[in-house]
């Protein structure tokens, strides 16, 4: 999953963000706690770059519901 989280970056970082969308999408499950809220962060970048409002929110949403992605920092390091 790092690998697939590191492509997903690089694409990122070279305005791949279709790309980037597509390896960092639906990966978070199976990432460690920590891959998985950054890889949360990137999907969202790029939601909202390009432009997918509709998408964005949806994704938020369901974000919400996941306990892993809404701990605050300070609560991660326990």
Do not use: W
Not at 19 to 44: F, K, M, P, T, W
Not at 46 to 70: A, D, H, S
């Amino acid at each position: 999953m790092k690998i697939k989280y590191r492509k997903a970056r690089i694409f990122y970082d070279y305005n791949h963000f279709d790309d980037a969308v597509v390896l960092s999408g639906h990966r978070r499950q199976a990432c460690n706690r920590e891959l998985a809220i950054y890889s949360a962060n990137l999907l969202l970048d790029c939601l909202n770059i390009m432009g997918k409002y509709k998408e964005l929110r949806l994704t938020v949403e369901k974000f919400l519901g996941n306990p892993v992605l809404m701990r605050t920092k300070s609560s991660r390091s326990r």
